[in-house]
């Protein structure tokens, strides 16, 4: 399986935006970058993905190096519920789509 | 739209009975459905891969006869687990994969398991 390295924790002030990053240099021409996020005691929740072009949704922004090896996941705004465990994931639709989790980065929000 | 259910949302059980936990796509088809667990402070580990109408993928180290899948229908999987033992109380979490051609995961708000 394809490896992504995250920091384990960052922090955030509230309304302040938020970058985390993510390390994939595996990463194979078929593999789509994924984010998902997990409140505590909740399931994940999709954030947002990504092949080659930057993305944006309503929750945040993706930005894909050119050499696609990295990635960044961008809030705008990060707001006090937006603290959660952010998880970068490579799916590999050649691979079943299946998720791999690795360890994530636990954001906190200073308000 | 895309909504996953688990049930039940929690359960408590004695060492040796089996548990059933159900996943259920809401409002979509979900050819294929995934099972995980969670164990405290630790991330999210894949079990098994279910498909609709044939025979579970079990990732390595998951025992398919201690964890029984069923997926029987486009919208409902189900996890048993039999002969339960504590070191089984865990998180376990679903996602429903949306069949429409984009491939999404949507995740189920999760069981926690205790076995007493």
């Known amino acids: 399986d394809a490896k992504t390295t995250q920091p384990n924790s960052m922090e955030s002030n509230e309304e302040e935006p938020v970058h985390l990053p993510c390390n994939h240099s595996?990463?194979?021409?078929?593999?789509?970058i994924h984010w998902y996020r997990q409140l505590p005691s909740q399931g994940p929740e999709y954030v947002i993905h990504?092949?080659?072009s930057n993305v944006n949704n309503r929750m945040a922004s993706l930005a894909i190096a050119e050499d696609r090896k990295s990635s960044t996941l961008i809030l705008h705004r990060a707001t006090l519920r937006d603290a959660a465990v952010y998880y970068c994931?490579?799916?590999?639709?050649?691979?079943?789509?299946?998720?791999?989790f690795g360890a994530g980065t636990i954001l906190r929000v200073k308000s | 739209g895309a909504v996953v259910s688990q049930h039940p949302s929690w359960v408590i059980c004695k060492s040796g009975t089996s548990v059933k936990i159900e996943c259920r796509s809401l409002?979509?088809?979900?050819?294929?459905m995934f099972w995980y667990r969670q164990f405290p402070k630790q991330s999210l580990m894949l079990m098994a891969t279910?498909?609709?109408?044939?025979?579970?993928?079990?990732e390595q180290g998951v025992e398919k006869d201690k964890f029984l899948i069923n997926h029987a229908s486009l919208t409902l999987s189900t996890l048993t687990v039999t002969s339960a033992h504590p070191e089984d109380s865990s998180f376990y979490i679903c996602?429903?994969?949306?069949?429409?051609?984009?491939?999404?995961?949507?995740f189920g708000p999760g069981t926690r398991l205790t076995v007493t």
């Open positions: 996602s429903a994969e949306f069949s429409g051609g984009s491939y999404e995961q949507y």
């Open positions: 595996t990463i194979s021409g078929t593999d789509y």
């Open positions: 990504g092949l080659t």
């Open positions: 994931i490579l799916r590999d639709p050649l691979d079943g789509n299946k998720l791999v």
């Open positions: 409002d979509f088809q979900a050819t294929t």
């Open positions: 279910s498909n609709e109408g044939s025979k579970a993928t079990y």
